[in-house]
Structure formats: C-alpha cells, structure tokens
C-alpha cells in the first residue's frame, strides 16, 4: 500500500533548521500546553467556575489536538509540511489572542481550542521532516530531541510562565504567546522546505487521496497500531493531567506552596521527561528489542509517582526527586513513536504517527478534565476568593486513577509484538 521514500540527496544544515523549526514550534505547542497550569485561581475567578469546568475548558486544546491527529497526518503526507505548518502557526496567533481577550466561557472555548489545532500539526510535522531529511538510524535519537524540545516548552510555561502571569496577569501572558506565534509563522515559511533537493516522490511513488484513504484502511486494521494508540494514550495521561495542570494547585493547596514555587516544583516531572526523552530515544537505536524498555520506563512512571503523592511524610528534595523519575519514566511515549516508525514503513509515515498521537494527546483530554470532575465529587464546599479549595483527601482519591492508568500502558506495551516478529513481516522495516 505505500512505497519507500526515494534516496535524499544529503542536505545536512538544511534539515536541520528545517527540524528545528518545527521543533521549535513544537516547543511553543507545550508552553500553551502547560501555561494554564499557573492560571487556575485567576481562571476559575474570572469565569466563576469549578474544577470540572475549568478543566474542560483547558482540555479544549486537546480536543482539537487529538481529534485532528489523523487527519493532519494524512494533510502532511499529501501536501507537505511548509504550507500545513505555516498555516498552524497562524492558527496559534488567532486562538491565543482570541482566549487572551475573552470574557465569555464560549469565546474561550474557541480561542483554546484554535490554539489546540494549530498545534496539532507541530509533533507529527517534527517526526515528518526529521523522515524526510535526517539519518533514518537515528530517528529515535531524533524523535527523542523533539520530546526534549516540548519538555522545555513545558517547563516555560510552568515556571517562566508562572512569574509572567504574577507579573502582566493571564491575559497579558496569553498576548505575548500571541506574539511569539506571529514570529514562528514567518520563521516556519522561510527554513521549512518539504523534501531535500532531488527526493520528491514523482509518479506511482507520489501520494494520492485514494493512495492515503487505502492505506488508512490498512493502518486501521492492525493490531499493533491500536496497541501503540492505548501505550500513548496511557503513558501519557497521568503527567498531563497531574505536572500539566492538577500538580500546581495541589502543591497550593495542599502544602501550602506559592504559585511560582509550586510551579517549580512540578517543573522536575518536566527535567525528568528533558534527560529521559533523547536518552530513551537513544537506547531504542542501540537495542534490539523493544518491550522490556517501553514496560521498564513505565513501571518506574507508576512507582515514583504514586510515592511521590502518596508516601507521607516525604521531605520537598525527596518529593522532587520522585517528579524527575516520573517524567523520566513517562517518556515511553517517545519509544512508541521509533516502534511505529519500525512497523510502518513508506510514504504514509505521517498518517501512522498521527494515529499514535490521537491516543497520545487524548490521554490529557481524557484525564485532565476527569481528574477535575473526581475533585468536584470530593469537594466539601471551601471556597478561597472566588475558586474552589479542594482538601488533601479529595486529590488523594481522584489521583488514585493515575498509577492504574500506567498500569495499562504496561500491559498494552507488554502485548505489543516486536518489530522483527512474524506479526509484522518478520523484517524491522515491514510495512503496512
């Protein structure tokens, strides 16, 4: 159903400012990603909501991220990056400002989730252009560099963005990301380019709709693509819906923390997840086998979190180291992308990787606003000027979901075959 991409001429400076723009917009996508995370007081104020609420409304970004995966997969691989990504970005500018402005919930909702389309396209686009112009025996290595650049765009927006929201307020800091956006579209235009000279697939090797849509089909029925979607989804669930956004208020709430130090302190689950990632993604290129690594970080996921939440009486250095294990261990998610790459060989690569990231992404979509709807069945009525306070108890039990999820992600890594077994053709590079 697809055919290999065609030799590249080398083009090495070129493709890495091609990747590394897209990485970079990559970076941005988690800054509004995790931003929200320092704005829930002022939020919840503002719009006089609750936690199930207000977590909806964040999770928007989601919504529109995961709900487009696959289509913007198939987009990528008929159209080509420069143009798709470009007009993501411009996408990014409208939804923040619009959210930055609005004083209705219904204009938030649109703003936020503009924002989550223009930002689906960056990690799928990433791993795309690092397919077409980087060295295919380091794309793990490669996808990892792309997990490490939404690590630190995670972290600025928890800890850079908790003292830009102190300082110009929620709405102010939501402006800037506008602004930033409006730079990345013109930078995006000018570095991105869709194939390196000479390597554009012409004839029967050029993509079709009715070449995308069978394809699909394929990819569909596979067995090993739903495992790789519950892996994505599972493993990455419980760091969104805790270090994204409940870990902030958590740390307030319950131990007391000002906001920047909170946001500080859920950042280590981001340092874990920045040395994890590349790491990971090294070790998949060197190993040759793939399960006992995507089970073994997940375990230590489960395990360091729920000490982290649970264990009483854990001094803050002990607690932070436990969120740098956690982060580290969440990044698995960065092993089933070079499976899939392994498992899916071909022209429709983008589609594939935009199937995983559907389940990746609507694992926060799923667990953000379902942590927030635990908490508001807990909740016993405090209040702290204007937002709900939520006691230890209610976010020991709605957190409680978190290390069960993890343990689901193991299983489905635990069933997936390896890239050299029967099930995929016997070969590394089988195809669909």
Known sequence: ?????????????????????????????????????????????????????????????????????????????????????????????????????????????????????????????????????????????????????????????????????????????????????????????????????????????????ATIAAGLGVLLRRRVMWLAVLYGFCVTGPILAYGGLWGVAYMQQVHGMAREKAAFVMSMMIVGWAIGAPLCGWLQDKLPRRRPLMIGVTAVAALALGAAIYVPGLALPAQMALYVVAGFGATGVTLAFAYLREANAGNLTATAFGILNTGTVGGGAVMQPLVGLLLDLNWDGAMVSGARLYSASAYDTAFAILPCVYAVAAFAAWLLPEPGDAELGGRRDARP
């Open 1 to 209: 159903m697809t055919v290999p991409y065609p030799a590249a001429v080398p083009t090495p400076l070129r493709g890495w400012l091609a990747w590394a723009t897209v990485a970079l917009f990559y970076f941005y996508a988690f800054v509004q990603r995790t931003a929200p995370s320092a704005m829930i007081d002022p939020l919840m104020r503002d719009f006089a909501v609750g936690g199930a609420v207000l977590g909806n409304l964040l999770a928007f970004y989601f919504y529109a991220y995961a709900g487009l995966q696959l289509p913007v997969g198939a987009l990528l691989d008929r159209y080509g990056p420069r143009r798709l990504i470009t007009f993501a970005a411009a996408l990014c500018t409208g939804g923040c400002a619009l959210f930055a402005l609005a004083e209705q919930l219904p204009l938030a909702y649109l703003g936020r989730f503009l924002v989550g389309v223009g930002a689906g396209v960056t990690f799928v686009g990433a791993l795309l252009v690092a397919t077409r112009w980087l060295p295919r025996e380091r794309f793990a290595l490669f996808t990892g560099l792309t997990q490490l650049a939404g690590a630190l765009g995670a972290w600025a927006g928890q800890v850079p963005g908790a003292m830009l929201v102190e300082d110009i307020g929620w709405r102010g800091t939501m402006l800037v990301g506008a602004s930033i956006s409006l730079a990345l579209v013109a930078a995006v235009w000018l570095l991105v380019r869709d194939w390196p000279p000479g390597a554009a697939p012409r004839g029967a090797a050029a993509q079709s709709w």
